[in-house]
């Protein structure tokens, strides 16, 4: 492995520490959110209609908060990763609802190859999968040039995209259940919805790219990622 690909598996938004915590959590902590995420994704695209369709999904490390069984509804399924251990972690997750000639893996950065990445796959539906609210940690020049030209090529595509809006160390209220707008939540709303009045700790808000209309259905959702360390996902699709 060289110099470059090491670096990848420690890379911020992702990487062995990642795949770590997925191990440890996917089907206790992390189960209830990866049960709305299928949800959600089963609303967005049947499986029927999937049948006919294909994917490429941006940034989905192993795929460990993806519902094998709706991957596996796709004609084909492309996935592009930096992570030189994503596909590894990918396959064992769902090689038995997607096997090889369904799966075409991608080792890349989306930055650098998204025009490639976009006039390569043209009439495939696109799942960002986690990685918007992500892009700027990962490095905060090249993700701002990323974010102006997604505006002008996502177009008249089909895509979707569940990514972190806030997270940081305060708990969330237990159990707290999804929120459902016909907006984009504000803050405030987030804030009320999530965690309890007077909670005190430090709140990280995520840098997001300018694709998001206002007006328009968004689910909320909250994820701890570690004991630690909580976020509050948003979804969006069109
Ligand atoms: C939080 S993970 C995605 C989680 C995933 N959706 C799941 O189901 O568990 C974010 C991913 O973004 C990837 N990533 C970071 N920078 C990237 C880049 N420039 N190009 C492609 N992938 C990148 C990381 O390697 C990591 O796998």
Redesign the pocket.
Known sequence: MSGKHWK?LF?P???LR?HAR?LLYRDSRWMPFRQDIRLWLEEWIPRPSAASQDLLV?????????PSSWLGSFRSVSA????PL?PLFFRLNHAAALPSGQLHWIH?????DWQDLIGQHPHHLILF???LG??QE??EK?AKVWFDVLAKTLGERKWASFHDRYSGVIKPIKNVTALETGTRASSQEILKHFYAPYSTGELCEHELPPIFPEQSSYRYWSWPLSRRQFHIIEGYHC
């Open positions: 990848q890379n938004g992702g990487g990642y997925a941006i940034a989905p490390s192993g795929g460990h908060c993806l592009v990763d930096i992570d994503a890349g950065d989306v930055f650098q999968g986690n990685f992500q892009a990962v490095d090249q």
